[in-house]
């Protein structure tokens, strides 16, 4: 009797032991079938270092959302259309046509398998401010970003006078940050533009309409050799890129870098430029509720000079002042840049360009090596505790 108890308990034993493999080998079968082994392809950009610092005991994560290398097709569209798997579509952020003689088309944006491509073209059966009007593309992210975050792109501008632009906008147009602006064209007319990248910002209201953007020289970045980006970017035909990105740290603090190079910081009540190898330290002032001005330009107060940048000498140059160089005039009650912000990458015709007569002819807008703007991969980055133990 014992004996078969026994042999019972074996049994029942070996069956609950060949039970529970069966079932493991099930649930292992089951994982496997339903493990993704679609291998994982790398964004073009994703060896390139990101040159902002996360912060202390932090790591960049990358947004894939909001971030494309543009390696596959869209082609042109004549209606509102997404692509790029849903991240961008082919207008302005809303019904808005464009600015100056701006007319944003759906049919003048195109993927072409390495770049994204944003065309220009005359418009000649409208008019605007008294000239012709210009075809221009626009894209914009579905997927909007926020601070902490850095955005940065490499592009090619066109080669006409004509903005280039990527930039960020809230959904209700009251805070934008300009990535990079720049008007590559050397016409007459726009040959000292065409030396610069303009690195802004705007604060608005909307009703009444009211705009405060930074008007202090520095903010007009140049690199020593370049007369053109335009030709620069063209470069005879064989297309050449400049990498810009912000950094938006917080609502009070932008960084701005150009090749991978911190270039031009705005924290709070100062700013720091980078200039011919050197850090100006700078604040600005105002007399009777209004920014002092100088020679046309935006009055900077200098604080230091040094050879390197430093944070901390920033926050001293900061705390000398009470002009706040985000949003001087408190136009966003005191939040500074605390809104998500869509993604937008667009040319365009710009009112105060087509008033000094700085505006594209008939020829240079039918040129194929002029009239396009290139965007080779544009990355967003958000910082994230990097689980290291100390």
């Given at each position: 009797?014992k004996?078969?108890?026994?042999?019972?308990?074996?049994?029942?034993?070996?069956l609950i032991a060949?039970?529970?493999?069966s079932?493991?080998?099930?649930?292992?079968?089951?994982?496997n079938?339903?493990?993704?082994?679609?291998?994982?392809?790398?964004?073009?950009?994703?060896k390139i270092?990101?040159?902002?610092?996360a912060g202390?005991?932090m790591?960049?994560e990358?947004q894939?959302d909001t971030?494309?290398d543009f390696?596959y097709?869209?082609?042109?569209?004549?209606?509102?259309?997404?692509?790029?798997?849903g991240?961008?579509?082919?207008f302005?952020?809303?019904a808005?046509?464009?600015?100056?003689?701006t007319y944003?088309?759906?049919?003048?944006?195109?993927v072409?398998?390495?770049?994204l491509?944003?065309?220009s073209?005359?418009?000649?059966?409208t008019e605007?401010?008294?000239?012709p009007?210009?075809?221009a593309?626009?894209?914009t992210?579905n997927?909007?970003?926020?601070?902490?975050?850095?955005?940065?792109?490499?592009?090619?501008v066109?080669?006409?006078?004509?903005?280039?632009?990527v930039?960020?906008?809230?959904p209700d147009d009251?805070q934008?940050?300009d990535i990079?602006?720049?008007?590559?064209?050397?016409?007459?007319?726009?040959?000292?533009?065409s030396?610069f990248?303009?690195l802004?910002?705007h604060?608005f209201?909307?009703?009444?309409?009211?705009?405060y953007?930074p008007?202090d020289?520095?903010s007009?970045?140049r690199?020593?050799?370049?007369?053109?980006?335009g030709?620069?970017?063209?470069?005879?035909?064989?297309?050449?890129?400049?990498r810009?990105?912000?950094n938006?740290?917080?609502?009070?603090?932008?960084?701005y870098?150009?090749?991978?190079?911190?270039?031009?910081?705005?924290?709070d009540k100062a700013m720091?430029n980078?200039?011919?190898g050197?850090?100006?330290?700078d604040?600005?002032?105002m007399?009777?509720?209004?920014?002092?001005m100088d020679?046309?330009y935006?009055?900077l107060?200098?604080?230091?000079t040094?050879?390197?940048y430093?944070?901390?000498?920033?926050?001293?140059a900061?705390e000398q002042?009470?002009?706040?160089v985000?949003?001087?005039?408190?136009?966003?009650?005191?939040t500074?840049?605390?809104?998500?912000?869509?993604?937008i990458?667009?040319?365009?015709?710009?009112?105060w360009h087509?008033l000094?007569?700085?505006?594209?002819?008939?020829?240079d807008?039918a040129?194929?090596?002029?009239n396009s703007?290139?965007?080779?991969w544009?990355?967003?980055?958000?910082?994230?505790a990097?689980?290291?133990?100390a």
């Amino acid at each position: 009797m014992k004996f078969n108890l026994l042999l019972i308990s074996l049994g029942v034993s070996m069956l609950i032991a060949c039970n529970g493999k069966s079932k493991q080998n099930e649930q292992n079968n089951s994982e496997n079938e339903s493990k993704d082994t679609t291998p994982v392809v790398e964004m073009e950009f994703q060896k390139i270092p990101v040159p902002a610092n996360a912060g202390d005991s932090m790591k960049w994560e990358l947004q894939t959302d909001t971030s494309d290398d543009f390696n596959y097709l869209h082609k042109p569209a004549t209606i509102r259309t997404d692509f790029g798997d849903g991240k961008w579509y082919n207008f302005y952020h809303n019904a808005w046509n464009g600015p100056g003689t701006t007319y944003w088309q759906y049919d003048h944006v195109e993927v072409n398998g390495d770049d994204l491509i944003i065309k220009s073209s005359r418009n000649p059966s409208t008019e605007k401010m008294g000239v012709p009007g210009v075809n221009a593309g626009c894209i914009t992210s579905n997927k909007k970003v926020k601070y902490p975050v850095f955005v940065e792109a490499s592009i090619s501008v066109a080669n006409i006078a004509l903005a280039s632009d990527v930039w960020l906008l809230s959904p209700d147009d009251t805070q934008e940050i300009d990535i990079i602006e720049c008007y590559g064209g050397k016409e007459p007319k726009n040959e000292y533009f065409s030396q610069f990248i303009h690195l802004s910002h705007h604060s608005f209201i909307r009703e009444p309409f009211t705009d405060y953007q930074p008007t202090d020289l520095k903010s007009w970045w140049r690199r020593n050799g370049v007369t053109s980006w335009g030709e620069y970017s063209w470069n005879n035909g064989n297309r050449k890129y400049v990498r810009v990105g912000v950094n938006w740290v917080s609502p009070i603090h932008f960084e701005y870098y150009i090749d991978g190079e911190l270039v031009r910081v705005l924290y709070d009540k100062a700013m720091a430029n980078k200039i011919n190898g050197k850090w100006d330290y700078d604040y600005p002032s105002m007399t009777d509720g209004k920014l002092d001005m100088d020679a046309g330009y935006q009055k900077l107060n200098n604080f230091e000079t040094s050879t390197t940048y430093s944070l901390a000498t920033l926050k001293k140059a900061s705390e000398q002042s009470k002009v706040n160089v985000i949003d001087p005039y408190n136009f966003q009650k005191g939040t500074g840049f605390n809104k998500e912000m869509d993604i937008i990458i667009n040319v365009e015709s710009q009112n105060w360009h087509v008033l000094d007569k700085r505006t594209p002819s008939d020829e240079d807008l039918a040129d194929p090596n002029k009239n396009s703007m290139k965007v080779d991969w544009i990355r967003v980055y958000k910082p994230i505790a990097s689980n290291i133990s100390a």
